[in-house]
């Protein structure tokens, strides 16, 4: 670099002994004294050095700024990614080691926030000229990987963690909305057993309108959709279907039915649906463990059955060879069997069994059966009718005159209303002496929970006579109305579960208290014994 001199200087600048180069310049000299050093002034004038005047104050200001965005601006980036993509990175993670997490196409870009900016900072600041020459500095939002992290596994990650949802968010649950709980029921609205599936509905109706009117479970009113099976297993599993499949519902209450049950308990198992109180007493729905989604309401048939053999052995002093079977050919009549046959060995000491007679479904076909009495030999005094009503008011009516004398009991899956309602139109003798088990108390009677049915009955469906079945399921939907109050707003399959195996002593006002648990999943084992009069009505009897 040349040395600056004055234009009109040619003379040498005196150096200090001892420099041979010539060009150490003056200024450069220590100096001994502080005032022998010459001013800025002095300098300039002696040499023609200009002195450079300081930058303006605008632009000093705007460096300032320029320096303090830039601050801004970094502190910003490195804040977002402490707080972000440590989380993203974990969560990344955890989403490629689960096995139900597929890989998007696209990793959604990463979120800015609009605080990391240089806005705050211009603010402080006077406005106006100064202003529209500050930088406006904005945050990549690509966020460019390095080369060397763009592999398939780490895209993979990031691209899992944008798409997981929140922990937080519920997902949704079939059949529960913010307004609404569905049930399903599959019943015969159709052919010989129809007039079941109606007042099983009324009953199952009756109960939700009640609690809707009282503001529904947690704000959501309660709907019943029904499907028909006709009592006919081979439509039991496309009814299961519509119920489940079209109209979406939660689970399935009271559905109808032995030998139907065995296609609709698979297929609610097998979707991890609720199946409560259907109208069976089956042990195909009585397992030991119970299955973990089905609740009953109601006694078994082999309860009932035992009930029933134990009176006529103890009360009416009747030996166990002289008692019959009429069983239905399908599963409702097995149970029945089985439930008599076990009684039996109990009373005769393991030995032999029941004389059975039967007869086909959805039919009032008796006449195998009755040639099937009329051959055995020894004397047959007491029928217990395993049957629907129709085809045991048929038995009744082709015996009644050939044995006088013969004792008929029927256990609660036949009807009991319709069964009067059928022994009446023969006449009063028809009917007069039958005996049925019930699983309800006597409809007709005082009990408080009998006189809030048919007040509710009275007002929901007037005119609808109170019936034992339609009381059943009125009762069998209070207890599944509990379990979902009990369950919370945040109510799923698994949490009412939970809730109903936990369920203890809860007062239904049936007598006996209702409880579950995770060995056992029948509120009840009550059973409960009537008679016919020549009026068509049932009036207690006592089966101890």
């Known amino acids: 670099m040349r040395h600056l001199r004055a234009p009109n200087d040619d003379r040498d600048p005196p150096f200090p002994s001892g420099y041979d180069d010539g060009r150490r310049p003056m200024y450069e000299q220590s100096w001994r004294d502080e005032h022998d050093r010459p001013t800025p002034a002095e300098f300039a004038s002696r040499y023609g050095v200009q002195e450079v005047p300081p930058p303006p104050r605008e632009r000093r200001l705007l460096g300032v700024l320029s320096v303090l965005g830039l601050v801004a601006v970094a502190a910003g980036v490195a804040g977002f990614a402490a707080m972000r993509l440590p989380t993203r990175w974990t969560a990344a993670l955890s989403a490629n080691g689960s096995a139900e997490v597929t890989t998007p196409a696209t990793v959604a870009p990463l979120p800015v926030r609009a605080a990391q900016t240089v806005a705050p900072v211009q603010d402080a600041f006077p406005t106006g000229a100064f202003a529209s020459a500050l930088p406006v500095v904005t945050p990549d939002q690509s966020m460019p990987l390095r080369e060397e992290d763009r592999t398939p596994k780490f895209d993979t990650r990031m691209a899992n963690a944008a798409a997981a949802p929140p922990t937080s968010a519920r997902p949704p649950v079939q059949g529960v909305t913010d307004t609404e709980i569905s049930f399903g029921m599959a019943a015969p609205f159709s052919g010989p057993a129809r007039e079941m599936g109606h007042q099983l509905k009324l009953g199952i109706d009756l109960a939700f309108a009640q609690a809707n009117e009282e503001g529904g479970v947690h704000g959501r009113q309660l709907k019943l959709y029904t499907a028909d099976d006709a009592y006919e297993p081979t439509r039991t599993l496309n009814a299961m279907k519509e119920l489940y499949e079209q109209h979406k519902v939660f689970g399935f209450v009271e559905n109808y039915g032995s030998p139907t049950a065995l296609i609709s308990v698979p297929y609610a198992l097998e979707h991890h649906a609720l199946y409560f109180g259907a109208f069976t007493g089956a042990p195909s729905l009585r397992r030991d463990p119970p299955d973990r989604?089905?609740?009953?309401?109601?006694?078994?048939?082999?309860?009932?059955?035992?009930?029933?053999?134990?009176?006529?052995?103890?009360?009416?002093?009747?030996?166990?060879?002289?008692?019959?079977?009429?069983?239905?050919?399908?599963?409702?009549?097995?149970?029945?069997?089985?439930?008599?046959?076990?009684?039996?060995?109990?009373?005769?000491?393991?030995?032999?069994?029941?004389?059975?007679?039967?007869?086909?479904?959805?039919?009032?076909?008796?006449?195998?059966?009755?040639?099937?009495?009329?051959?055995?030999?020894?004397?047959?005094?007491?029928?217990?009718?395993?049957?629907?009503?129709?085809?045991?008011?048929?038995?009744?009516e082709k015996t009644r005159d050939l044995y006088p004398d013969m004792t008929y009991a029927t256990i609660s899956g036949v009807g009991s209303t319709g069964l009067a309602s059928e022994l009446m139109v023969l006449g009063p003798r028809y009917a007069d002496g039958v005996i049925c088990t019930q699983v309800t108390p006597a409809v007709d009677g005082y009990a408080s929970v009998t006189l809030n049915y048919k007040k509710a009955l009275a007002k929901y469906f007037p005119g609808e006579p109170a019936d034992y079945s339609s009381l059943e399921a009125y009762l069998t939907a209070n207890v599944l109305i509990e379990g979902l109050r009990r369950a919370g707003p945040a109510v799923d399959t698994e949490s009412l579960v939970d809730v109903l195996e936990s369920m203890q002593n809860y007062e239904l006002g049936v007598g006996s208290k209702v409880s579950f648990g995770p060995s056992d999943h029948q509120a009840l084992h009550k059973v409960w014994g009537t008679q016919l009069d020549k009026t068509g009505q049932y009036h207690a009897i006592d089966l101890e």
């Open 293 to 396: 989604y089905v609740f009953n309401y109601r006694a078994g048939y082999a309860e009932e059955a035992h009930a029933l053999v134990n009176y006529l052995v103890k009360s009416r002093k009747l030996r166990p060879q002289e008692i019959g079977v009429l069983t239905q050919q399908d599963a409702y009549g097995d149970a029945g069997w089985e439930g008599v046959s076990k009684a039996m060995h109990a009373l005769r000491g393991g030995a032999g069994d029941a004389f059975r007679m039967s007869y086909s479904r959805n039919t009032v076909n008796v006449d195998e059966a009755i040639a099937q009495l009329r051959r055995q030999k020894h004397a047959i005094k007491a029928v217990v009718l395993v049957a629907t009503f129709r085809a045991a008011a048929k038995f009744i």
